[in-house]
RNA sequence: GCCGGGGUGGCGGAACGGUAGACGCGGUGGUCUCAAACACCACUGGGGGCAACUUCGUGUGGGUUCGAAUCCCACCCCCGGCACCA
């Protein structure tokens, strides 16, 4: 008998019954609408789920509990990225296989996933390290490669000198490596990279054609750098190292480009700026004279130390050497400097820029630094000197020649149109966007599915030989040079083509964010050994409904699975375009986390103010040493605290509540275990309610409800209820969590109160029923192990997952008695209670007719009257 | 610097331009109890008042409106992301 809301009673039992009752497996019934409803892909790390974890998985879980109740067909699977580095680092120390631990990292994720009791279909569960499915990771590689969408180049890494590892940018931090503590170098290793650069455009295009957070959808743009500029030759003349008159033309040389988004300016090009990495330099280092040549090699091998992360500080003040070169600007033909500078990208664009310093911060800072002149050629409005550097698009030429006088969008056009004309150059759309680089030369990942042949060819591995399994090795650890571990292994760089020559196997592996690149797809027919997937079956899923998970991954990994599946789709293998048609980020839970003051021998890393210790710690430590922080939940900082422990303590439907209660579902929340106690609270006035609810239960009140009209405590009853089942069933559907539970416990509040004006009538026996019914209905997909023990409590067979989610009658919601406010001057001087559909004039009359309002008036004129029909008046009086 | 998202009681947070503070936590008082815990009931934004009431209140300053937490302009602060991308 639950008089109380207990846990440990029954939630454990009906995770067996649904277990046993295969409750949670995936009906395909093409005659329903479908609802695929997923959570980002996780990599089960050691130290298992966290409660923040849970902030992601259970909104999820009682979203696809409702569409499921509302009759679709529903698709909510779960699976492991088990690819990656934390597991091949853990694997290195302990020398064993990576893959068993990641296994038994993700059961115990499969454990506490089911302990919260979120209604995954696990028979469509897989691990991207199952060469079942990274069989078909390889496979799209080579279509990728096939369309020449996948390349191997050289490429500089950062390289770790004391691993002798290479490092993925996340690994370090301040330019060193995170684990050794190195000075991380640049190394030039051959790479493999997708082409995403080729689906910018789409990939930015598409955004508007997607259900995103903006915040997410501007970050994405943002990431892939739309500009519109021109891009022109500059020719380079090598002449003595001052300009002007004098000098002397040796020869022609090749000319470079550059690229501007303001073309508008070039008549105020005072120098360019040529990379340190720009491929023009051998040659520009012949042609300078010996003293300039020696400047510009020292110049580059200390731009080489450099690691990426000292380079790119922005707040690093601007070096450069002069190359004793000059270059032609086209427009007025007078000769620039150049310069070699690393604050020039290689990278970006063409290596090399047309330097405005009267109209860009970055070349007005260098040209300041070297002496170089400043010459104005925008200014904002007639006669007005622009204060330099003068960076708004917002002004007309100066100095500009025969385009003097011209607006910069005009001129932008004009100038534009005459490098066209000429032959010199084009206007140009430019992408901040670099090619994915997807290699990695570590053994814990998928292998690359390519043969090196004797000819020096790439070919990829038949089909028929797929997949390409990773062998067995010695050691885990990267070797000396930086070669995969896989180089190591004979028998698997050893092989044969499709032709039966030898070859080389490809070592290198793909990065971790190739396999969750197409998960989803693998979902809807996850065991297909013939194809990636049907796409019949495909097309029917796709693309996922709601796709959840933490704000992290906001660029990386949903471009690239955007990248994939727009390539998925122009295979013809999928009809949709976008993998995820709506996306929510949850909020993190924070943990008050104890800090001490550093001590004087002790310095701290930028952006920290404290050294974490423990609560023991903090305990012993005089209280000015230490203090607090809300910082995120993580294993490193020792705050975390588990859903197991929550579990124990107060049950899995009141973590799900609280959570679902405690804030909006993307806002951070402060973690606090004592208020989970409100959740314990509400469930147990529900238990209690139910049992008060009971006598009046009539199990046949859907035959009969209809035949009366319900009056009184018994109308009142029906009101509320189809008005929580409205406002329930939206907030679920908007993911307003917070306020559904809310509109739950009002329910129970309210139902608890006219409970007390029961009557002994037919019909208020059957609004009981229905309220009875529907208080559990409403609350199932919260809390689900409550909502199936009141339903078998209340003498009812069956899961509430498979029961129908109550519908609402507008009529019924309808009240029939609303609240008027009553103003002046926009001051609230009164309410009043008057029937529904009351008239505008009875509501004029009856606000007049107050005591409180008519002293408010008194002696004054009413110079209008404001009427909100069965809402509002207000009074204007002089 | 740029791009997003936010600033509402002691706290978490509600609120289609129309009664600010729903719901919950915490607190105070009470009922139950030998007692405590649980539970239940009542109260709980600040100031003034015995009270009816009144007044001030949604980061700051302006504006639009009969009426602004909500819309517009300017600014301040916090969080997240990007950061020499020409």
Same mark, same amino acid.
């Given at each position: 008998m639950p008089e109380r809301y207990n846990p440990a009673e029954f939630e454990s039992k009906w995770q067996a019954r649904w277990k046993e009752a295969d409750l949670f497996k995936t009906v395909e019934d093409s005659d329903k609408p479908k609802f695929y409803g997923l959570d980002f892909f996780p990599y089960p790390s050691g130290a298992g789920l966290s409660v923040g974890h849970c902030r992601n998985y259970i909104p999820t879980d009682v979203l696809c509990r409702m569409k499921r109740m509302q009759g679709y067909s529903v698709l909510h699977p779960m699976g492991f990225d088990a690819f990656g580095l934390p597991a091949e680092n853990e694997a290195i120390t302990t020398k064993s296989h990576p893959e068993p631990m990641v296994h038994k990292y993700g059961l115990n994720y499969r454990r506490q996933m089911d302990l919260i009791g979120v209604s995954y279909d696990w028979s469509r569960s897989f691990w991207s390290s199952d060469p079942n499915y990274y069989k078909w990771t390889q496979w799209i590689f080579e279509q990728l490669f096939k369309s020449g969408l996948a390349y191997r180049r050289l490429a500089a890494v950062n390289w770790d000198p004391v691993d002798k590892t290479v490092l993925a940018d996340e690994e370090i931090v301040g330019g060193r490596a995170e684990r050794s503590g190195a000075l991380v170098e640049k190394r030039f290793i051959p790479q493999w990279f997708f082409k995403i650069t080729e689906y910018a455009q789409r990939l930015i295009d598409d955004l508007d054609t997607v259900d995103w957070p903006e915040g997410i959808k501007q970050q994405q743009r943002n990431w892939i750098g739309r500009s519109e500029g021109c891009q022109f030759q500059m020719e380079i003349a090598a002449g003595q190292d001052s300009p002007g008159e004098g000098l002397q033309i040796k020869e022609r040389t090749p000319v470079f480009e550059v690229f501007t988004t303001? #073309?508008?300016? /070039?008549?105020?090009?005072t120098f360019c700026v040529l990379a340190?990495?720009?491929? +023009?330099m051998d040659q520009v280092v012949k042609m300078a004279c010996r003293e300039h040549a020696r400047r510009i090699e020292e110049y580059r091998e200390a731009a080489k130390r450099l690691s990426e992360n000292d380079r790119l500080a922005t707040t690093r003040e601007k070096t450069g050497v002069f190359t004793g070169l000059y270059a032609i600007n086209p427009f007025n033909k007078q000769q620039v400097p150049i310069w070699i500078a690393d604050y020039v990208l290689a990278t970006y664009g063409t290596g090399a820029i047309m330097a405005v310093p009267g109209h860009d911060d970055r070349d007005f800072e260098f040209a300041t630094k070297f002496g170089i002149d400043v010459v104005p050629v #925008?200014?904002? %409005? =007639?006669g007005i000197e622009p204060p330099l550097p003068f960076v708004t698009k917002d002004g007309f030429l100066i100095n500009s020649g025969s385009y003097t006088g011209l607006a910069v969008a005009e001129a932008q056009e004009k100038l534009g149109i005459w490098l066209e004309d000429r032959g010199l150059g084009q206007r140009k759309i430019q992408y901040r966007l670099r090619d994915w680089l997807i290699s990695r030369q570590r053994y814990w990942g998928c292998p690359i599915p390519i043969i090196h042949t004797k000819d020096g060819e790439m070919e990829p591995v038949p089909e028929s030989q797929l997949p390409v399994l990773l062998p067995s090795v010695e050691s885990y650890a990267p070797g000396d040079? %930086? *070669?995969?571990? +896989? =180089?190591? /292994?004979a028998e698997f760089v050893n092989c044969t083509d499709a032709d039966g020559r030898l070859g080389q196997r490809e070592t290198d592996t793909m990065g971790g964010f190739a396999c969750s690149s197409w998960y989803f797809l693998r979902f809807c027919d996850p065991f297909n050994d013939k194809q990636p997937w049907n796409p019949e079956i495909a097309n029917y899923w796709m693309p996922v409904d709601c796709y959840v998970g933490g704000a992290e991954h906001a660029v990386m990994h949903l471009l690239y699975a955007r990248f994939w599946t727009k390539f998925l789709h122009d295979q013809g293998l999928v009809k949709a375009t976008e993998p995820f048609q709506r996306l929510m980020n949850q909020g993190q839970v924070l943990s008050y986390t104890p800090f001490r003051k550093p001590r004087a021998d002790e310095k701290l890393d930028i952006g920290e103010d404290g050294i974490l210790i423990t609560k023991e710690e903090a305990a012993k430590l005089p209280k000015d040493q230490v203090f607090y922080k809300w910082v995120r939940m993580s294993k490193s900082r020792r705050n975390v605290v588990t859903p197991d422990e929550v579990v124990a303590e107060h049950g899995a439907d009141a973590l799900r509540v609280f959570l679902l209660f405690v804030a909006p579902f993307s806002q951070d929340v402060q973690w606090n275990?004592? *208020? /989970?106690t409100g959740a314990v609270r509400f469930l147990n006035r529900v238990f209690r309610l139910v049992d008060e609810l009971l006598p009046f239960y009539n199990r046949e009140w859907h035959a009969y409800i209809d035949m009366y009209e319900a009056t009184g405590v018994a109308k009142e009853l029906r009101r509320r209820t189809h008005q929580t089942i409205k406002k329930s069933s939206e907030d679920i559907e908007r993911f307003a969590f917070n306020t559904y539970i809310s509109a739950m416990m009002t329910y129970v509040n309210e139902l608890g109160d006219l409970l007390k004006k029961a009557e002994d009538t037919p019909e208020f026996k059957l609004a009981a029923s229905e309220a009875l019914e529907s208080l559990i209905l409403l609350l199932a997909p919260a809390a689900p192990h409550s909502g199936d023990e009141l339903w078998e409590y209340i003498g009812n067979q069956g899961f509430t997952f498979e029961l129908e989610w109550p519908t609402f009658d507008p009529a019924l919601a309808i009240e029939d008695v609303v609240t008027i406010a009553v103003q002046v001057n926009g001051k609230l001087r009164d309410t009043l209670e008057l029937p529904a559909g009351v008239t505008n004039e009875d509501i004029e009359a009856a606000a007049r007719a107050s005591s409180k309002v008519a002293q408010h008036l008194e002696g004054k004129e009413v110079r209008k009257v404001v009427i909100v029909p069965g809402k509002l008046a207000n009074f204007v009086v002089a």
């Open positions: 303001r #073309i508008d300016t /070039v008549f105020g090009m340190p990495e720009h491929p +023009l #925008i200014s904002p %409005g =007639a040079d %930086g *070669s995969s571990p +896989l =180089a190591q /292994v275990t004592e *208020s /989970v």
